[in-house]
């Protein structure tokens, strides 16, 4: 019986090849944009999940209570690392510094690669798989290293690794004592080696204790067998305000963040996640089920809009006495044919499309062919697909009667299109829904980039500071300067785009009792503010050492500390006063999405971290780097030239939103092209049901246009419904996404407008082709059998 089925169902398949590849590019494409997206949400998903205490691992935070507003922080001070591990036997504790660049040699090889310090039990605790040494002691000596396989290769070739020595920023010789497997791209962490946190501690003298406001830590722990993370929330809370006499400890409550939130539940509002990317995440996921969705209707509205020409082939089975249950099983066999046609060619759409979507999302998925289960979920969601589009094609054929059939007198009647033309609506409201959502992605972004930034990006490079840069740093100064390769140099503590350390400001004229200020904090050099192109809005700059106990604030910090008359103000910081000497214009350091925070400058060159320096607009771009390449080397000979271009720096903060822009785009017109390609196939039926009617139409005169608007104007009139419904539903969801930034758009009503123009040309296009064939026919031939 099921093979009778099969062959009944590919004769008509191929019977009606026009209509059947319709149902099966449609239906493929849906498929593999589903799959895709699949595939990043489980990418998504997987971030840490290789590691096997993924689920008792958690990152120690902060919530600093400022001045009635919930911040949250991830530094942390060695203080608090300390006490976890002296008082919390049922927590496994690793300390870290944050990932950072670094030099290491060996011979002729040498590279500047980002690492980390980390404790020693920092393997044990993450479980990293190594693939030589113990986790347990290769980080015990201070002067040992681990290298991931990778970069072991590129130090020491096909040789092994283990004993021999690294260069570490020209400073220390380091023993390789193990070797890791690569890091994958799904990990939290990404680094090329690891150092002992107590080589740290040795090579800088940093010692153990102090503050609990000392914050400039990683902290991580991992709980130990039957202990609860509500039990151990409840114990570390109040933990730093035994520091009665520290008003930042006092004002803090330590927070534990599971490792199962680190990647998407990054944003904290009100000391609590609030969302990240997993907000994307669940977006494209929804976008993704719209779009197969989309694809369905497309095969439901095709079967359906067929029915008058099986009407007879059902009457006559029935006749001779198929039941109804045997013409479901005959039309459900059919759509699983389809459906399965169109897997298989989905799968090969996305094989061919992933090595693009791979470069558009910065992941390195794969299709998983040799996996069982991938192939299961694969078939299972190609059979429900097939089930609930060749449900409703199924049922109402087999409701035919036979009788009414095979005496002609069966009439669909109006009601009978009507759920086609719901599904149409459905489909374009969705397709100009994303439409929407594409333009007002891109506006926003394009918005935020032409945002002021208040300060000159352009021909702006930015060098790491190492040992041998910052102690040559005066004659490279003087260098560049003289050989005109740069017009202004200078030192800072942070990156151009960033600023890496906050603190609290505890006294100035007017504070209120119990009051701080939290503000970034920048320690930088002379010629800052010039370098960077940034504006004076008072007082002076920095003139060089005697300003140690100086600062300069943005008007953010002034307005935050109410200070009407700044210049000369003397305020404490970290117990020491300092005057203000100047105030600067407000500049995005931070997140250009945001209001710009709270800053305050200092002068001391010595915590430099980054040199600055801006082209002179006399040399052209590849010999200024070429001349720099030669003056930099002179200097720092141990390792090669290393510098960023600050502009590029800054556009890596639109990657997100790029992203976002850019899939939405590509998912809107894919939505749109299967629309479309359903609205071909009803135009096709709906000129050739009509045939007869336009042949007589144009016996008696109608003109090309008039047979064009009349076969076109349903599906206008359901493209302009489709905006309708999709108008106020874009608008809701637009506005809430919006109300994730502090410097957003303001959606116009011609968003709109577009949107829906340019839905109506589509559709125009796409059944302007049936319509215009059919006016165009000769009438002879559609009445002479008349």
């Known amino acids: 019986m099921l093979q009778s089925y099969i062959r009944l169902a590919w004769r008509n398949i191929v019977r009606t090849k026009w209509y059947s590849a319709l149902n099966i590019l449609g239906l493929a494409i849906g498929m593999a944009v589903a799959l895709l997206i699949a595939m990043w949400v489980r990418y998504e998903y997987s971030y840490d999940r290789f590691l096997p205490g993924y689920g008792q691992i958690y990152q120690v935070a902060r919530n600093f209570d400022n001045n009635g507003e919930t911040l949250t922080f991830k530094v942390c001070s060695i203080k608090l690392a300390d006490v976890l591990h002296a008082s919390f036997p049922q927590l496994d504790v690793a300390e870290t510094d944050y990932i950072s660049l670094h030099g290491l040699k060996s011979g002729n090889n040498k590279f500047l690669l980002y690492g980390g310090q980390v404790n020693d039990n920092f393997l044990q605790l993450f479980g990293y798989p190594l693939t030589k040494g113990n986790p347990s002691s290769v980080l015990k000596d201070p002067y040992s290293i681990v290298l991931t396989a990778n970069t072991a290769k590129s130090l020491f070739g096909d040789q092994d690794p283990i004993g021999?020595?690294?260069?570490?920023?020209?400073?220390?010789?380091?023993?390789?004592?193990?070797?890791?497997?690569?890091?994958?791209?799904?990990?939290?962490?990404?680094?090329?080696?690891?150092?002992?946190?107590?080589?740290?501690?040795?090579?800088?003298?940093?010692?153990?204790?102090?503050?609990?406001?000392?914050?400039?830590?990683?902290?991580?722990v991992r709980l130990k067998p039957g202990v609860s993370e509500a039990q151990m929330r409840r114990e570390l809370k109040d933990i730093e305000k035994t520091e009665k006499d520290n008003v930042n400890a006092m004002k803090s409550e330590v927070i534990l963040q599971p490792m199962r939130q680190w990647h998407l539940w990054s944003d904290y509002q009100n000391g609590k996640p609030a969302g990240g990317m997993i907000d994307y995440v669940r977006m494209f996921s929804i976008v993704g089920l719209l779009i197969l969705v989309i694809a369905c209707i497309n095969f439901v509205n095709l079967e359906t809009a067929r029915s008058e020409k099986r009407a007879r082939e059902v009457g006559v089975r029935k006749a001779i006495g198929s039941g109804r249950r045997d013409l479901i099983l005959q039309f459900l066999t059919e759509s699983f044919l389809l459906t399965f046609m169109a897997f298989l060619c989905a799968v090969v759409l996305a094989a061919l499309a992933l090595p693009l979507f791979n470069t558009l999302a910065e992941t390195d998925m794969r299709l998983?062919?040799?996996?069982?289960?991938?192939?299961a979920v694969l078939l299972a969601g190609a059979s429900?697909?097939?089930?609930?589009?060749?449900?409703?094609?199924?049922?109402?054929?087999?409701?035919?009667?036979?009788?009414?059939?095979?005496?002609?007198?069966?009439?669909?009647?109006?009601?009978?299109?009507?759920?086609?033309?719901?599904?149409?609506?459905?489909?374009?409201?969705?397709?100009?829904?994303?439409?929407?959502?594409?333009?007002?992605i891109y506006q926003q972004i394009q918005y935020t980039k032409n945002r002021p930034t208040g300060y000159d990006t352009n021909r702006l490079l930015a060098t790491k500071i190492n040992e041998d840069l910052a102690r040559n740093y005066p004659a490279i100064k003087q260098d560049l300067l003289q050989a005109g390769i740069v017009d202004h140099i200078t030192e800072s503590s942070s990156p151009a785009t960033d600023v890496w350390w906050h603190s609290d400001i505890k006294q100035w004229p007017g504070k209120m009792p119990g009051e701080t200020v939290e503000m970034g904090i920048d320690l930088v050099s002379d010629d800052y503010f010039k370098t960077l192109g940034m504006s004076l809005l008072s007082g002076r700059d920095f003139v060089g050492p005697t300003d140690s106990t100086c600062v300069i604030?943005?008007?953010?910090?002034?307005?935050?500390?109410?200070?009407?008359?700044?210049?000369?103000?003397?305020?404490?910081?970290?117990?020491?006063?300092?005057?203000?000497?100047?105030?600067?214009?407000?500049?995005?350091?931070?997140?250009?999405?945001?209001?710009?925070?709270?800053?305050?400058?200092?002068?001391?060159?010595?915590?430099?971290?980054?040199?600055?320096?801006?082209?002179?607009?006399?040399?052209?771009?590849?010999?200024?780097?070429a001349r720099l390449t030669e003056v930099f080397n002179r200097y720092d000979p141990s390792y090669p030239y290393d510098y960023h271009f600050v502009n590029e720096q800054y556009a890596r903060k639109f990657d997100l939103e790029v992203l976002i822009g850019r899939l939405s785009g590509i998912l809107a017109a894919l939505a749109i092209f299967i629309s479309c390609l359903g609205l071909l196939g009803l135009a096709a039926y709906t000129a050739e049901q009509r045939t007869k009617e336009i042949g007589i139409r144009k016996v008696l005169g109608a003109s090309?246009?008039?047979?064009?608007?009349?076969?076109?104007?349903?599906?206008?009139?359901?493209?302009?419904?489709?905006?309708?419904?999709?108008?106020?539903?874009a608008f809701y969801f637009l506005q809430h996404w919006l109300l994730h930034y502090d410097?957003?758009?303001?959606?116009?009503?011609?968003?709109?407008?577009?949107?829906?123009?340019a839905a109506l040309l589509i559709t125009l296009v796409a059944t302007s082709f049936q319509s215009i064939r059919a006016a165009l026919a000769n009438p002879v031939k559609s009445l002479k059998s008349e």
């Open 384 to 440: 429900l697909t097939a089930l609930l589009a060749g449900s409703r094609p199924a049922l109402y054929l087999s409701s035919f009667k036979p009788v009414e059939v095979l005496k002609g007198s069966h009439q669909p009647g109006k009601s009978a299109g009507l759920p086609r033309k719901i599904l149409v609506v459905v489909q374009f409201s969705c397709s100009i829904a994303l439409i929407v959502s594409t333009i007002i």
């Open 164 to 220: 021999k020595f690294v260069r570490f920023d020209n400073k220390d010789n380091l023993k390789v004592t193990g070797v890791l497997q690569d890091i994958p791209s799904n990990s939290s962490f990404s680094f090329d080696y690891l150092v002992p946190f107590s080589y740290y501690e040795h090579a800088q003298g940093i010692s153990r204790g102090g503050s609990f406001g000392n914050n400039g830590y990683q902290i991580f």
């Open 368 to 375: 998983p062919f040799e996996h069982p289960l991938f192939w």
């Open 553 to 625: 604030l943005n008007e953010t910090a002034i307005k935050r500390l109410r200070l009407k008359d700044p210049l000369n103000q003397v305020i404490n910081f970290q117990g020491t006063q300092v005057r203000i000497i100047g105030t600067v214009k407000d500049a995005l350091l931070g997140s250009p999405f945001t209001a710009a925070g709270p800053i305050m400058f200092g002068y001391t060159p010595a915590q430099a971290s980054f040199i600055l320096y801006h082209l002179s607009p006399r040399v052209r771009t590849p010999e200024a780097l």
């Open 743 to 757: 410097y957003r758009i303001t959606i116009q009503p011609l968003v709109f407008v577009l949107a829906g123009l």
């Open 704 to 729: 090309v246009p008039q047979v064009w608007l009349l076969l076109s104007r349903d599906f206008i009139l359901l493209v302009l419904i489709s905006c309708l419904v999709a108008t106020p539903l």
